[in-house]
């Protein structure tokens, strides 16, 4: 896939990824600081975290993942995934990356490694 400098030039399929990301703002300052929130499951469960930092994002064990998901998340969730249906773990990074940098909110510092 050609590499892409900005969000914009992405194809329309990285909106779910953004869409996802939005949807935990809606979560509690607590939540975004422990990092109980779905989006950071996400990075986990596509191995982003570990490949990009060596660590881990969402910081309870994967079975409690259904204490932060409603269905709204999962539905966002699963849509998020699905972008992996037409393009590489690469192509996905680095949009997460990009994605990061806009915010400029920063992901949560990754601490806990392997």
Known sequence: MKHFQ???????DF???NEFYILIKGFTKLDYENR???FYFYLDFIGY???RTEGIAY???????IECFGHHER????KAL?????????D?????DLLNHKFKKGFPIFVDNF
């Open 75 to 78: 539905c966002s969730f699963m």
């Open 49 to 51: 975290t570990k490949n």
């Open 82 to 90: 699905k972008v992996f249906e037409n393009y590489s773990y690469e």
């Open 15 to 17: 909106k779910y990824i």
């Open 36 to 38: 109980h929130n779905p």
């Open 92 to 96: 996905v990074y680095d949009y997460i």
């Open 59 to 65: 910081d309870l064990l994967p079975y409690r993942a």
């Open 6 to 12: 900005t969000i914009e030039e992405y194809p329309n």
